[in-house]
């Protein structure tokens, strides 16, 4: 909701480099929005109240919307999409869970807090005492792993896993496997693992399985769940990215590569994908939101940018035509976004409330002054 | 102030059907000023008018209901090219065509029936962008491990009731809805039928302890609507049994039963799948305690969402497409399976003429609900297609005559001549809604009542009569003309906060921080988030 919490009073605007107040900002990027044939947004890392006002700036102006493309979070929705999945949430894994297969490469990011937890910890609703784990993949450190737990390190290379769950999933159905990542005794002892579980728990952080990865081991969940019961947590990534995807789905219907250029929201994965949409020429302006870090498209020089971004902190330069600072959500502002300790939509105060504008007050004033130039032409 | 003019004025809640004048002012209706003069004049003779209609049940909102957006974009009007035109085609599927479409039927007010409490945050997020309809929600219990051990501990009612009571408002809740009582947290142990008198493993407690204490909380705790109740079996040849067995267990006591279609399957016939809608509601209409809705089957491609998780992972072999989303939640959890109801599919067949039989063999409208249990049954967008078989035994007679013979032989819908009354279909749609979720201002024209009207057109073919609204009103503003929005305002969402010792909430905020690791406040709607989820508006329990 534009115009509350004393917005703009440390907001920080540059014009092709150059500070200016917010207000002129506001009216150079009203001016692009008007003269631009076909607007894009894109990145879109903000909360759901800044893709709330992201969806009625966009239905405004007949833009594109692309969220996910290159993204890890549009990677595992697409393999949702494909082929369904078995779900569980972190509170389930964290406090039922007494089997563990964690799919993991060097980089665990917003997942590791997560995976901290689960070493550390005994499942206290689960008849086993210990919490076993299969770590495929690059393991932890030895010490950070509790005496609670049952701890198996599968080490294979991030280009074996796929192959693995293909072997581990062939077995269980009794067939023959040819060539596996596993010997043929660890690959049995791996299985029969899986098979003991009472309530096992699949984890990958975002990033790690491509899709194909992903329907495989949905397919091996599935075909435990025949005889045991195991399920699925993906650790979405940063930036409310599944979030957004979240308040997108049923804002349009659709998670992402959504158009309003004919009313009412149309779904292409191909016609509204962001760096196909520069390639060609067809967006002749880019929008950019990057409120909780400050990122770049890899496209971003070959359009003009207005730029909602975080701070910079006074490191890096100005790069967009028109660049706005914006808050960080659930620290200079109230918030709603999705907790990677519950997997659910949650509400956070200001850490600091210091009067930044959100995301959702920048673009509830873009659509003000839309609005009002709209009323004064009519 | 605003004047309808000379329509037929159907209010069941007071016995009216008559031509008279409706006056709006302020949001509400006012008595016939003497010689006042209205700033706008509708001329409506020969409309039907009523209140703004009322869906008791129909999943709108909420993680399982996105989730089925998200798995289902073939099906969405814009994603096709050339899309078939069913009703889930033309769903449109966001909150805002959700909005839209409802009150283009004269619906205003819409409760979506089974959400978590660890996602009520996410749901009234949702909710909040569905313009045009009033909204509630009905707060998933029972198969969570804190009032499950609550139970194993003989904490007694007191502590059930103080649990109830804290959930309701910490999730911004009107009433509790209990969907399989102790199954989903059985299928957890690896359970996969789960009846009335099974015990929950490790804790003790049977399904029908489960739904007993739940039932009690509600009513001491004054909520209006009674417990809602999605029981065990679903969908299982001869679960009429568990549904009868459910109605003798709730002796006098009050309790709806939701979508008891899919509870109406005897064992009979060869293949050992029949309707026995019959005696179902032979016991419904002895038992004057119990509340039924339908959850009418339709014909046609839609999918499944329901937090019951034991029974959706039983039904992912019929997905239609293959896939499905299979949730362990912290409580219920639940499922979203597609599913296609085939004319020419016996057994779905059975299931279209058993919500009808039921429909037509309670007696009493006051208790008896429309739904489709929307989308599980069909979209609520078939509720004018409904309404029009229910009024006019020929449509049905010529639906029935298009399906496998061999399947109505397994129902008693063919002897069935009874014709609904459009007043039937307004106690079935206004009064009695109200009524049941306690909403005194709502589902009637008399004076004070919130100017939610609709007025249609009274149109031969009834369907066509009840799909677009000629005008719909909702708190006195026009925001419908012959089935088109014409005005997009918000709506509120309706809760009640009972009240409790608040030593049930500091246990629970021990209790997350102990089991999950994470402070309770990340899994509740807080008093901070309002600047977020639009207007609440609460209902007052009973003293």
């Given amino acids: 909701m534009p115009g509350r919490r004393g917005e703009g009073r440390h907001a920080r605007a540059w014009i092709e480099g150059v500070g200016c107040p917010l207000d002129a900002a506001i009216d150079a990027v009203l ?80 997942a590791e807090p997560l995976l901290k937890g689960f070493l550390a910890t005994k499942p206290r609703l689960a008849l086993a005492r210990t919490r076993r784990i299969i770590w495929v993949g690059r393991g932890p450190a030895p010490r950070a792993v509790s005496k609670h737990v049952d701890f198996t390190s599968v080490a294979v290379a991030p280009s074996q896993i796929s192959p693995l769950l293909s072997a581990l999933r062939s077995r269980l159905a009794r067939r023959p496997v040819g060539a596996a990542p596993l010997s043929p005794r660890r690959l049995e002892a791996t299985l029969e693992k899986l098979r003991e579980a009472k309530f096992g728990v699949a984890i990958w952080p975002s990033r790690v399985l491509d899709p194909l990865t992903v329907e495989t081991l949905t397919g091996l969940v599935r075909d435990l769940n025949e005889s045991t019961r195991f399920s699925c947590l993906p650790v979405l990534s940063q930036d409310n990215a599944a979030g957004v995807a979240m308040a997108l789905t049923w804002l349009t219907g659709f998670p992402s590569h959504i158009g309003f250029s004919r009313g009412e929201p149309e779904h292409d994965p191909w016609r509204f994908d962001a760096a196909r949409l520069v390639r060609s020429g067809e967006a002749d302006l880019a ?55 519950t997997g659910s939509l949650a509400f956070r105060p200001a850490a600091v409330r210091n009067g930044t504008p959100s995301v959702a007050d920048v673009i509830g004033r873009i659509c003000a002054g839309l609005s009002a130039a709209g009323r004064a032409a009519g | ?98 909005g839209r479409l409802y009150a283009a039927m004269g619906f205003t007010t819409v409760v979506e029936p089974a959400v978590a409490p660890h996602t009520a945050l996410h749901a009234h997020l949702e909710l909040a962008d569905t313009p045009l309809i009033d909204k509630a929600i009905l707060a998933v219990l029972g198969n969570e491990d804190f009032l499950l051990a609550l139970m194993r501990e003989k904490e007694g009612l007191g502590a059930v009731r103080d649990y109830v009571s804290s959930m309701l408002s910490s999730s911004r809740a009107l009433g509790v809805k209990v969907i399989n009582a102790g199954a989903a947290m059985a299928f957890k142990h690896n359970l996969r039928s789960f009846g009335l008198d099974d015990v929950v493993p490790t804790y003790g407690v049977t399904s029908r302890e489960i739904v007993s204490a739940l039932q009690q909380a509600v009513h001491e705790l004054g909520v209006p609507h009674p417990l809602h109740l999605h029981c065990n079996n679903l969908g299982l040849a001869g679960n009429v049994e568990t549904a009868l067995e459910t109605i003798e267990a709730f002796d006098g006591l009050p309790i709806h039963l939701a979508h008891l279609q899919f509870y109406s399957y005897g064992t009979q016939g060869k293949r050992g799948f029949s309707s026995a809608a019959a005696r179902l509601a032979e016991a419904v209409n002895a038992a004057k305690n119990v509340t039924i809705d339908v959850g009418q089957v339709m014909f046609g491609q839609t999918v499944t969402v329901s937090s019951d998780v034991l029974r959706q992972f039983a039904a992912t072999k019929f997905a239609h497409p293959r896939k499905s989303v299979i949730i362990d939640g912290d409580g219920n959890g639940g499922g979203v399976v597609p599913m296609a109801y085939r004319q020419s599919s016996f057994t779905n067949a059975v299931q279209w003429a058993a919500g009808l039989e039921l429909f037509l063999l309670v007696e009493n409208p006051w208790r008896v609900f429309f739904t489709t249990d929307h989308p599980n049954g069909a979209p609520f967008t078939s509720y004018p297609e409904l309404f029009a078989l229910l009024m006019d035994r020929n449509l049905r007679a010529a639906w029935t005559d298009r399906l496998p013979k061999p399947a109505l032989a397994m129902t008693t819908l063919p002897s069935l001549g009874r014709e609904y009354t459009l007043f039937e279909i307004a106690t079935m749609t206004r009064a009695a809604p109200a009524k049941l979720l306690g909403l005194k201002d709502r589902g009637h024209l008399a004076q004070g009542a919130l100017a939610d009207i609709a ?78 989820l639009g207007e609440f508006e609460q209902v007052p329990c009973v003293a």
């Avoid at chain 1, 950019?288 to 701070?311: E, F, G, K, Q, T």
């Avoid at chain 2, 925001?479 to 309706?494: P, Y």
């Avoid at chain 2, 209790?511 to 807080?526: A, I, K, N, Q, W």
Wanted: glycine letters at 8%.
């Fill in chain 1, 287 to 341: 929008f950019w939101v990057s409120a909780y870090r400050r990122h770049w498209p890899p496209w971003s020089s070959r359009v003009p940018v207005i730029a909602l971004v975080a701070p910079s902190h006074g490191v890096g330069t100005p790069r967009a035509r028109v660049e706005i600072e914006v808050g960080t959500p659930g620290v200079d502002h109230d918030t709603i976004d999705l907790l990677a300790a």
């Fill in chain 2, 1 to 98: 102030m605003i004047r309808l003019r000379g329509g037929r004025v159907i209010d069941p809640a007071h016995g009216r059907d008559e031509i008279a004048d409706v006056w709006i002012e302020d949001g509400r209706i006012v008595t016939p000023p003497a010689g006042g003069q209205p700033a706008e004049s509708f001329d409506i003779s020969g409309k039907i008018v009523m209140a703004g209609a009322i869906d008791i049940h129909s999943h709108i909102a909420g993680a399982n209901v996105n989730t089925a957006r998200l798995l289902l974009p073939e099906f969405h009007r814009a994603h096709l090219p050339r899309p078939g035109a069913t009703p889930l085609t033309e769903l449109g599927w966001s909150t805002i065509e959700t």
């Fill in chain 2, 455 to 532: 007025v249609y057109h009274d149109r031969q073919d009834r369907a066509e009569m009840f799909r677009a609204a000629h005008l719909v009103f909702k708190n006195g503003k026009l925001v419908v003309r012959d089935g088109k929005v014409t005005r997009e305002i918000k709506g509120k969402t309706l809760h009640v906060t009972p009240s409790h010792d608040a030593a049930i909430d500091r246990k629970l905020d021990r209790y997350y921080e102990h089991l999950y690791g994470v402070p309770r406040r990340s899994f509740v709607v807080p008093h901070e988030a309002r600047c977020f």
């Fill in chain 1, 31 to 110: 001016d692009h929005l008007r003269r631009s044939r076909n607007p894009l947004f894109a990145g879109l890392g903000c909360d759901v109240e800044g893709a709330r006002a992201i969806v009625r700036l966009a239905k405004l102006v007949d833009a594109s919307i692309d969220h996910l493309s290159g993204t890890a979070t549009g990677v595992e929705l697409s393999a949702v999409r494909d082929a369904g999945l078995f779900a569980t949430t972190p509170g389930e894994t964290f406090a039922r869970a007494d089997t563990l297969l964690v799919l993991a490469t060097e980089r665990s990011g917003a």
